[in-house]
């Protein structure tokens, strides 16, 4: 960070805390693994959609939807509509799958991986053990003795390493499992569901999703079940010049209930990296999903040389009458961020909710927002948008609320503020309002503005420093969504909204 | 990039429709470029990002649709209580019978069909320059297209303080009519104008207006569109402010199948001050869209959007709206609202406030809503003993009246109040 350069510290202070305050600002989880890898050969084609497809031993059917996907891709054009730049992407020049040698052979349980792969999910700060789980991942040693459980899925590169509490799970009746696993195991379901709320031909990253997807997570909370524990997937990008490319899909049946968190970190590396993501979530009645996410890719450095590409189709349908979906996200990290967490409100009576954080520093572009879109009668949505914009980065908030002429008595609420610190850099609201007819109320407000100087000045005259002052105001702004978020994210999501803003003052 | 080929054809089609005017020699280039221009950027399709909501067809089709008249002449004359300049268009032509002298004190008024014996006038350094200037970051290809095309319009070159109002009016006779109209008009420093416009205009119409206001200088602008309801109407505002200078528009618009208005305002000297407002009422297959952009390039710029629609009986009411400050533009001030009250369940309202900013000492909001009359304002007339009919009026009127405030002239407030009951009692019987 430009503010911590040794040349700009003043006389008198403390090495120590110039030493500490670099440590932290900097991004944490830019190691590597160095471990050896197996890759598909460089490039895509039909060829490497089959390599792929064979790699996890596929059925024909999933080969098959593969390739039409893959067809389809073909066909598309890259949106050029979000307000982000970026270098053209050379889909040849990519990896589409890479996998830990050690997992050719996929081990039967947790003690039989690569203790190297452990080792990296470790030192991410989540341990693949059975074990009890601390509230409040960092710094929270006031937490409770005695713990929650979270169980992990965790995908590294293009594979799921190991999901932890699978045999507890299996006993309330959830199923929690890679979706490479699934496909094996329970067919009849991803058969059903898969590509049944984000189709094929969505858009161009989904398609090629469709087509290329390796790994990652696939739930199903059966009918009334309320899931014992929290759920979670951790995806790290190791490799060089591979993109990552999950699927996740969540089926919640009749009455169920399940939390879910996603969080992601990349090694830091010149080259810009492709992650493009798919979530389904499906919500049958009575159903309740919240999904928190937590994004800290790698986000390049200041002069915005490498990070991750992270063009993410997240989108969920609200089926059954009174289901509920709750988007949740703090986004850090990335060098381009282009993603909508959307709700289809087609339940009578159904509920979407978004809270979003998006902070974008130095050179990070971020596009970002959701689509409510209300069908059924009597639907609620409630949108929270916070976008911080320092350094020369460009943050976009973009969102869709339509009220079809159906959905009779509705409600939305939309409210996105956008902070900016410093004057390079960029904050921008694109909401479209689509209102089809007049027992539905939406109301839609949106505010810009710069951090107020008269809570700076309140915070330095007790003493604080100008970045912890910030950090104090910021996280003030922040503080409705950050109370949406679960125990286990709200320490972590507060603690990297300090990071990322570090030496953007002055 | 190639333009897909339904908007080469289309756009092609419409200048094979129609013949360059002649006159206006010193105007010759700037209208040759705007059809090179058009021919580059096309006509709007509706699939342009800025034309999603509204169909641009019936304004690109090199036919014009037809619309019927309408007898109003039992409507008092429109600013009727003010003494001003009347000028006349009849279906776009000039009619020097009805109108007054094209004379006033500290104002030149010419002609742009009679403006072009000479390569020399003033207004060549603005025709179509501000035009071309709004065609970024959205290009406007019906501007270009009257840049091009329109038969006349009035170039006012404004010195002084107007001793009073112009007043610009459109009549609309012939059902098949299809007009262009071109209006410059350039404030010095310190000078001050207030321009009225109304009328049914033409079957279809096409107006640009190009302002420059220097610094100091005031530009009131309050017009009233509508009334024959079968009119296909696109107009377009693109204005430049010079330092403290001051822009305020004020459109009523009723009825009307198609209404597309754009403004796009350049606050260019510090402490400049634009305020534009929109008051729209219509029923059935009235469709009014208001497509507003303010870039603000300067200091301690204010500026001010308040959009106001009333929509039932499958109404669509568009409103397109953009804040954008540029880096430097610090001590910003803007504010954009836009609400739809939507009478019936078949209205729709759509809109696409948006904000781009790129200076951090600024304060910008925006809001938008949308709903059906409050029922318990309703309740609590009813409870009074007021009709129902009467006091869903009333509940309008007051939502519209943050619209209308925005006028500041008492004399021309109350006017447009009168038409909004006026057209509230003729639909209720």
């Not at chain 1, 699927?247 to 830091?268: F, H, M, N, W």
């Not at chain 2, 970051?137 to 303080?161: C, E, F, S, Y």
Request: hydrophobic residues 40%.
């Amino acid at each position: 960070m430009a503010a911590l350069d040794d040349s700009q510290v003043k006389d008198g202070v403390d090495q120590q805390t110039v030493e500490a305050v670099r440590d932290v600002s900097t991004y944490k989880h830019g190691w590597n693994t160095d471990i050896e890898m197996e890759y598909a050969p460089l490039g895509l084609n039909e060829d490497i959609v089959k390599l792929i497809s064979e790699k996890n031993e596929e059925p024909e059917w999933m080969t098959d939807w593969r390739l039409a996907a893959y067809r389809r891709w073909l066909e598309k054009k890259e949106p050029d509509w979000a307000m982000v730049d970026y270098p053209e992407i050379n889909f040849q020049e990519q990896y589409y799958y890479a996998r830990p040698k050690s997992m050719e052979v996929k081990p039967k349980s947790l003690d039989e991986v690569d203790p190297k792969l452990l080792e990296t999910y470790e030192k991410l700060g989540i341990p693949l053990k059975e074990q009890m789980i601390l509230a409040g991942v960092e710094g929270a040693e006031d937490a409770p003795a005695e713990g929650r459980k979270v169980a992990v899925d965790a995908v590294f590169d293009s594979v799921s390493v190991g999901t932890t509490f699978q045999a507890e799970l299996k006993k309330a009746g959830v199923i929690f499992c890679s979706i490479s696993e699934a496909i094996k195991e329970h067919p009849e379901l991803v058969k059903k569901y898969l590509g049944s709320v984000v189709p094929v031909s969505d858009n161009f990253y989904a398609t090629l999703n469709s087509a290329v997807f390796s790994d990652g997570s696939f739930v199903y909370i059966p009918p009334g079940v309320r899931c014992p524990m929290e759920l979670s997937t951790y995806f790290r990008i190791n490799a060089e010049n591979t993109g990552q490319f999950e699927r996740t899909l969540i089926i919640a049946d009749k009455g169920s209930y399940v939390s879910y968190l996603e969080g992601c970190t990349a090694p830091q590396r010149d080259e810009a990296q492709l992650h493009a993501a798919v979530v389904e979530i499906i919500a049958e009645e009575d159903a309740e999903v919240k999904y928190s996410t937590v994004q800290n890719w790698y986000p390049g450095d200041e002069n915005g040389k490498g990070g991750i590409y992270n063009f993410v189709t997240k989108r969920a349908d609200c089926r059954g009458d009174r289901s509920k979906v709750m988007w949740t996200q703090v986004e850090t990290g990335s060098s381009v961020t282009w993603k909508y967490p959307s709700c289809i409100l087609r339940g009578d009576d159904s509920q979407g909710e978004f809270y979003s954080i998006a902070i974008t520093n130095n050179m990070q572009q971020a596009d970002t927002g959701t689509k409510m879109i209300h069908l059924g009668k009597n639907t609620k949505s409630r949108i929270v948008s916070k976008g911080i914009s320092a350094g020369r980065a460009q943050n976009t908030y973009r969102g869709l609320v339509s009220m079809h002429p159906k959905a009779k008595n509705s409600r939305n609420y939309t409210q996105c503020d956008s902070l900016l610190i410093g004057d390079k850099c960029g904050a921008h609201t694109v909401p479209y309002i689509e209102v089809k007819n007049n027992s539905s109320r939406v109301e839609h407000e949106a505010t810009t503005s710069k951090v107020d100087d008269e809570q700076l000045f309140y915070c330095r005259a007790r003493g604080m420093d100008e970045e912890e002052a910030v950090a104090l105001v910021v996280n003030g702004f922040c503080r409705d969504v950050l109370q949406a978020l679960p125990m286990e994210f709200a320490m972590e999501a507060q603690q990297l909204v300090a990071i990322s803003l570090e030496g953007s003052v002055g | 990039m190639a333009l897909p080929d339904v908007k080469q054809n289309a756009t092609q089609a419409r200048l094979a429709a129609m013949e360059m005017p002649q006159s206006g020699v010193w105007a010759k280039a700037a209208r040759e470029d705007a059809v090179s221009r058009l021919i580059s950027m096309g006509l709007p399709h509706r699939r342009d990002e800025y034309w999603k909501f509204t169909r641009p067809d019936t304004l690109v089709q090199p036919e014009g649709p037809q619309a019927a008249l309408y007898d109003t002449s039992d409507e008092p004359e429109m600013f009727g209580a003010v003494d001003r300049l009347k000028i006349v268009f009849v279906d776009g032509v000039f009619d020097a019978e009805q109108s007054d002298d094209l004379a006033l004190e500290g104002v030149t008024i010419d002609r742009l069909s009679e403006a072009g014996r000479a390569d020399i006038h003033w207004a060549k350094d603005l025709y179509g320059l501000l035009e071309q200037r709004g065609q970024t970051p959205v290009a406007r290809p019906l501007a270009t297209l009257n840049t091009a095309m329109a038969g006349d319009g009035l170039l006012i070159h404004v010195t002084g303080k107007a001793p009073k109002p112009l007043h610009l009016i459109y009549q609309h006779r012939a059902t098949t009519s299809d007009a262009m109209l071109h209006h410059v008009i350039k404030l010095e420093k310190d000078a001050e104008l207030t321009l009225l416009e109304s009328g049914p205009v033409a079957a279809r119409f096409n107006t640009v207006l190009e302002t420059e206001i220097a610094d100091g200088a005031t530009l009131h602008h309050v017009r009233k569109q509508g009334r024959h309801h079968e009119c296909h109407v696109a107009t377009h505002v693109f204005a430049r402010l010079g330092e403290e200078s001051s822009f305020k528009s004020f459109t009523l618009t009723a009825n009307g199948v198609m209404t597309r208005n754009e403004m796009v305002i350049e606050l260019t000297g510090d402490d400049a001050i634009a305020h534009v407002a929109g008051a729209a009422m219509g029923d059935g297959d009235f469709h009014q869209d208001d497509t507003v952009f303010i870039t603000h390039d300067a200091e301690r710029c204010e500026s001010r959007q308040v959009f106001k629609k009333v929509l039932r009986n499958g109404a669509t009411g568009v409103f397109q709206g953009k804040i954008l400050v540029e880096p430097g533009a610090q001590k910003t001030d803007g504010y954009q609202i836009s609400q739809a009250l939507l009478l019936d369940g078949d209205s729709q309202f759509l809109a696409k406030p948006e904000l781009e900013i790129y200076a951090d000492d600024v304060a910008c909001s925006h809001g938008s809503t949308s709903g059906a009359i409050d029922e318990d304002a309703l309740f609590y007339l009813r409870a009074r003993g007021v009709p129902h009919g009467l006091a869903t009026d009333l509940l309008t009127i007051a939502f519209l009246a943050e619209a209308v405030d925005e006028v500041e002239d008492e004399i021309l407030r109350a006017d447009i109040l009168d038409r909004l009951e006026g057209w509230l009692a003729r639909r209720r019987g």
